[in-house]
């Protein structure tokens, strides 16, 4: 009983402890192991972790440098230029960092915020690294939140779902096969109706059959959020039936009891 309830101990707190990346993109460099020197010029790579949005769907992104809290991130030290084109061939960018933007330690991490070309934006944050050879200071509010003692970086976070709608409901993308649809909301045709007559001789499939394909290894993380399927583009009239209900049959054992109703 002992060794079931370790494991499950270690697996809670390995749950707890992973990053959670609700974008698609994940930064690789700097992590837990990295150390930079104030002052250097040096390069942050990220790659695609198979969420949503595609990385091909954001336009431009932001850097910055951070401390503090998960509750609280500091991030006000943009590093590199603000607002640079966003390429999904491109996965990495350098920049220099200011010796004068803190203390030296193992107690700064990076924030990613990429900017989605159809509205919305995802933030990502870096493990925590060091930082040696800084000439700043740290304020006081900095400091009591570095002491929370946070490991897992911040919580991620993606606005691109909660995007506007298309204009017309969807309808022009319900028109394009679900498989070839993109982003996390996805859009299905008006469910198809019975006829009034059976007009058919024989019988014949209506779509063609799906391929199937065996995973041989893990698959990608899930990118569909929400489906909406359209509504019926056509109104259901119902009328009461005014028809004079049917007697009920003669019962015998009711006969019986009216004779004696005087």
């Excluded at 104030?38 to 769907?57: F, I, Q, R």
Aim: charged share 15%.
């Amino acid at each position: 009983m002992r060794y079931y309830t370790t494991i499950l101990a270690t697996f809670i707190i390995h749950f707890v402890l992973l990053p959670l990346s609700l974008a698609d993109v994940e930064i690789t460099t700097p992590n837990a192991n990295t150390k930079w020197a104030g002052g250097s010029t040096v390069e942050m790579k990220w790659k695609d972790n198979g969420g949503s949005p595609a990385l091909d769907e954001f336009s431009t992104f932001n850097v910055y440098l951070c401390w503090g809290s998960n509750d609280v991130p500091l991030c006000d030290q943009v590093l590199g230029p603000p607002g640079s084109i966003f390429s999904a061939s491109s996965t990495s960018t350098k920049f220099l960092i200011p010796a004068a933007a803190g203390e030296s330690g193992n107690v700064y991490f990076l924030k990613m915020e990429t900017v989605a070309a159809k509205g919305g934006f995802t933030v990502n944050y870096s493990p925590r690294f060091t930082l040696t050879s800084m000439t700043g200071t740290f304020l006081p509010a900095a400091v009591v939140e570095q002491k929370k003692g946070d490991i897992s970086p911040p919580q991620s976070q993606d606005t691109t779902k909660n995007s506007a709608a298309p204009a017309d409901g969807g309808k022009e993308e319900a028109k394009v096969p679900y498989t070839m649809q993109t982003g996390p909301t996805r859009y299905a045709p008006i469910q198809t109706q019975p006829g009034h007559k059976i007009t058919a001789q024989t019988r014949s499939r209506m779509f063609p059959t799906s391929a199937y394909t065996v995973f041989k290894t893990k698959g990608s993380n899930p990118v569909v959020q929400t489906t909406i399927t359209m509504s019926w583009d056509y109104k259901v009239t119902s009328l009461e039936n005014n028809a004079t209900p049917a007697p009920h049959p003669e019962d015998p054992m009711q006969r019986f009891l009216n004779r004696w109703k005087d």
